[in-house]
């Protein structure tokens, strides 16, 4: 896993090889030791993939919207603290 994330520093840090033709990120890639699944994953620009094969927890967003009655009721607190 480190040798991923250590690519991927390299990657955000070098301009040529963030903006290399496919063909070089393979080569750099096998060159680098890191695990097959991962390179593919890398190459395919499979952010979910690659983060369940690092191990990563996925993301998770939480909205909650209040009830219309809340609402109204908050609309008439503010009318009649402004009267």
Do not use: K
Not at 13 to 34: K, M
Not at 39 to 64: H, K, T, V, Y
């Amino acid at each position: 896993m480190t040798d991923a994330i250590d690519f991927l520093e390299q990657l955000g840090r070098n301009a040529r090889l963030r903006h290399a033709p496919t063909a070089e990120l393979e080569r750099v890639l096998a060159a680098s030791g890191i695990d097959p699944g991962v390179r593919s994953a890398l190459l395919a620009d499979d952010a979910g993939r690659l983060g369940e094969l690092l191990g990563a927890q996925p993301n998770i967003c939480c909205l909650a919207q209040p009830d219309e009655d809340e609402e109204e009721e908050d609309d008439e607190e503010e009318e009649q603290a402004f009267v």
